[in-house]
T-cell receptor, first 112, second 120 residues
Framework: DGGITQSPKYLFRKEGQNVTLSCEQN?????MYWYRQDPGQGLRLIYY???????QKGDIAEGYSVSREKKESFPLTVTSAQKNPTAFYLC???????????FGPGTRLTVL | AQSVTQLDSQVPVFEEAPVELRCNYS??????LFWYVQYPNQGLQLLLK??????LVESINGFEAEFNKSQTSFHLRKPSVHISDTAEYFC??????????????????FGQGTILTVHP
């Protein structure tokens, strides 16, 4: 089956710890994205990548970092600098930037 | 910068009743328009999209949306809803043309979401 996988589905971390969220796609898409979802605020773009070895900040990149070493993978690290990291994180991909985006199932991060 | 407004945060409706979820956007240029649906604790699924051509677009499960350029709207409608339509619905836009290097290049901007609750 082609699609986007995110792991884990639920993640708990202590305050002050960095944590990395996984996102993998086998759709052969060039572009990948990370969004943060909070109740009543829709989705906000954290980082996006147009192609391997390239990525750009989105609207709320502070406290986050990404890498894009392989076409299939776009991991997101939530650092201790992120002041309010508890949220639902969604990864997406598209054939190229600006095309229809396909979403993964999401990771719910809770920082205790 | 473009913005997307979903006028209703929650819409309760009885089963088999019609429903309209409203979406307005602000943009001085052409756009691509999308409706996504999200079931609890899941990712987003594309419901329907407008890229060009006919302003009325339909999904396979009975939803439809009409692009109205003069009113900058893309309202979602269904003539008869089911319990299984209970979910959160997001309207989203991409600005055109897709100029490389522009600040809005390729970015999908979402509305705040509308929670549709269908009661028996």
């Amino acid at each position: 089956d082609g699609g986007i996988t995110q792991s884990p589905k639920y993640l708990f971390r202590k305050e002050g710890q960095n944590v990395t969220l996984s996102c993998e796609q086998n759709l052969n898409h060039d572009a990948m994205y990370w969004y943060r979802q909070d109740p009543g605020q829709g989705l906000r773009l954290i980082y996006y990548s147009q192609i391997v070895n390239d990525f750009q900040k989105g609207d709320i990149a502070e406290g986050y970092s990404v890498s894009r070493e392989k076409k299939e993978s776009f991991p997101l690290t939530v650092t201790s600098a992120q002041k309010n990291p508890t949220a639902f994180y969604l990864c997406a991909s598209s054939i190229t930037l600006g095309n229809e985006q396909f979403f993964g199932p999401g990771t719910r991060l809770t920082v205790l | 910068a473009q913005s997307v407004t979903q006028l209703d945060s929650q819409v309760p409706v009885f089963e088999e009743a019609p429903v309209e979820l409203r979406c307005n956007y602000s943009s001085s240029v052409s756009v691509y328009l999308f409706w996504y649906v999200q079931y609890p604790n899941q990712g987003l699924q594309l419901l329907l999209k407008y890229l060009s051509g006919s302003t009325l677009v339909e999904s396979i499960n009975g939803f439809e949306a009409e692009f109205n350029k003069s009113q900058t709207s893309f309202h979602l409608r269904k003539p008869s809803v089911h319990i299984s339509d209970t979910a959160e619905y997001f309207c989203a836009v991409i600005l055109l043309p897709l100029r490389a290097g522009g600040t809005s290049y390729g970015k999908l901007t979402f509305g705040q979401g509308t929670i549709l609750t269908v009661h028996p």
